[in-house]
């Protein structure tokens, strides 16, 4: 157990017959439930600084068994430590605690999602996570019932791939129907969802929540939380229409056997292709202006020219946060604490990752080189640069405020590195600018990267908190989800479908981990983009208005005014509510749609009128092609 129970400790300090005594004698239990607690969790720490060692050391495997070993290590210690911290402090009183940072503490440790539960339904939960994971990477599917050729493929990424590179209609109709038939298989996809759906209730009920979706929600602290994602929803939802509708034009255009009507919803593979070309150089679909001169300009073999060797690009990265006036990484960081991950490590999607051991923090960074990786690695650095900020504080209020705030502040910089300003400031772009109409390609790329995914980040959350809540009953889950798609998406299935099917997305059961819930995600973006605002106008480098400071081209790289704002933000950690911290960068206590409507301004003008010249209606009235008897 964790040191001694917290009443064990209030009588050892005698009868007390004061507040002020009474209040002493709490915070100095909780204070040294607390300090076991940090010095267990140093242990564990110290088991991450030697995971760190072990996969940078020279001529060692990336997937050893003692790395393995050591990562279980790790999960199963810290599991422990939480569920018997969180059992002591839930019976500490919180409101005779004096000391607020001290509430602060107790208040985030007290309640726990799965983390809470007894280490039986625990380890049942991690076996059903890793079989929702099997779905997604498990080599699982013949597409054409023949595997005799090529063997069985993964939904992530071969066929995700295959579906992005098709052009045919049929190819993405029967991979969209393998990859579900091969999980549903004897129900297989719909009783694990609702054994994990269950041990979600029970997590609830540890922390005393009659409503299931609390527990899931825990660290947005808010009544009704999915109320104020929806709301975001519908503000964002008239650019999200104009959108869609150009879209399905361009459906109605390629693909005519998927008998797409001209005021009706897209089908959910061609969707799914949309989502993945978003950045392809061959999608179907048309951008805003066509013609070599208004294609958007090649940055790889600049890439290469400027930012060789990767290291080059980790201190360029580095070097934007620096001019905020943010930490300066040292070279005994990069000497020590800054390692390359292995060529044939990650795969061809490889990322960066970040390790927290106080009193250090580390990198291992991804030696590919392209655009997106030098995306990410801004994305990286805010990460770093944040665990730097945390090393300061106490352990369980050094971590970020709620899931995805942390997300949102990379977002930011990557929005900020990615624009043509910066990367003419890189000498990857000779101009700082692009022309009016590579501009608004541009957008529209980032608009489909955005814009389409954000309703299916809520839909996804929507789905499993209305289930977890008991809106949803098991007899109605395959028609009430795609019954959200219509609502806030525009999407149907290809076909005719019904109750006794289980059509989720890949996506969702990325999302059933609570670390990387489809909340966390849609949080990131629109808060990513109400920070971005933010820090833009306090640079100067947006002003509303003017066509030569306009959101979409900010980069506030250099802004002292900016980097306060990120700096007091990161500094505070958990100590504080989020919305006390997103208060500091916006001056605003709720979530706005507002940031995305600004930076995709141009855009919207330019599809709405498109669509009036090509006379297309937004919206969208959707087949009933799921029957609910």
Known sequence: MLGVPFVLLLVAFGHCHSRSN?????????????????????????????????????GKSPLGGQVLNNKQDVEAKTYRLLYELA????????????????????????????????????EQAKDLLRQMHSFVS?????????????GPLAMYPQIVNKNMRTKLYEDLFINWFAWRKAINEKETAKSTFIDYVRLLRIAATYNGHVTPSRTWYLHYDTENFQAELEAVVWEIMPLYRELHAYLRHEVQSTYPKADTKSDGAISAPIMDQILSQDWYPHQFFRTPHQGKQHQLPSVHRRLEEVLVPPVKINRKA?????????????????????RRMQDDEGGPDCKSQVY???????????????????????????????????????????????????????????????????????HILLNDSLTEQQSLNRLFRMGVHTLIAVPQYFINDKFLVDVMDGRIGVKDYNCAYWGLQDKFAGVQPPSNRNNKDFDLD?????????????????????????????????????????????????????????????????????????????????????????????????????????????????????????RRD
């Open 356 to 426: 927290y051991f106080p009193p250090d923090v580390a990198l291992r960074y991804c030696p590919k080189l392209d655009y997106k990786k030098l995306m990410q690695i801004h994305g990286t650095m805010a990460e770093l640069q944040y665990y730097l900020y945390k090393l300061q504080l106490p352990f369980g209020l050094d971590t970020e405020p709620c899931p995805g705030f942390g997300a949102a502040l990379g977002e930011t910089v990557i929005l900020a590195s990615g624009t043509p300003r910066h990367l003419h400031r890189l």
């Open 506 to 626: 890949f996506k969702f059961y990325r999302g059933m981990n609570p670390e990387t819930s489809n909340t966390k995600k849609f949080l990131a973006e629109i808060l990513g983009f109400q920070f971005y605002r933010s820090f833009c106008l306090a640079s100067g480098q947006y002003r509303p208005g003017d066509p030569d400071f306009p959101l979409h081209n900010c980069d506030f790289y250099d802004s002292k005014e900016a980097g306060m704002k990120m700096r007091e933000m990161m500094k505070l950690g958990a100590t504080r509510h989020w919305r006390d911290v997103m208060e500091i960068a916006t001056g605003e206590r709720k979530l706005s749609g507002r940031g995305i409507l600004e930076y995709f301004a141009p855009l919207f003008t330019w599809l709405k009128e498109r669509n009036k010249q090509l006379d297309i209606e937004p919206g969208w009235d959707a087949d009933e092609l799921c």
């Open 138 to 150: 498990g080599s699982l599917v013949c597409p054409h019932e023949d595997c005799s050729a090529h």
């Open 87 to 122: 059992a002591n402090l839930s019976v500490v009183p919180v409101a005779q605690l004096d000391d607020p940072l001290l509430r602060r503490r107790v208040q985030r440790m007290a309640k726990l999602q799965l983390q809470g539960l007894r280490p039986k339904d625990y």
């Open 318 to 338: 580095a070097e934007f946060f620096e001019s905020l006036g943010l930490n300066i990484l040292t070279e005994n960081f990069y000497d020590l604490y800054s």
């Open 22 to 58: 009474h209040t002493a004698g709490y915070e100095l239990a909780t204070n040294q439930i607390l300090d076991s607690a940090t010095s267990r969790m140093r242990s564990v720490w110290g088991l991450q600084r030697t995971i760190f060692l072990q996969l940078t050391a020279k």
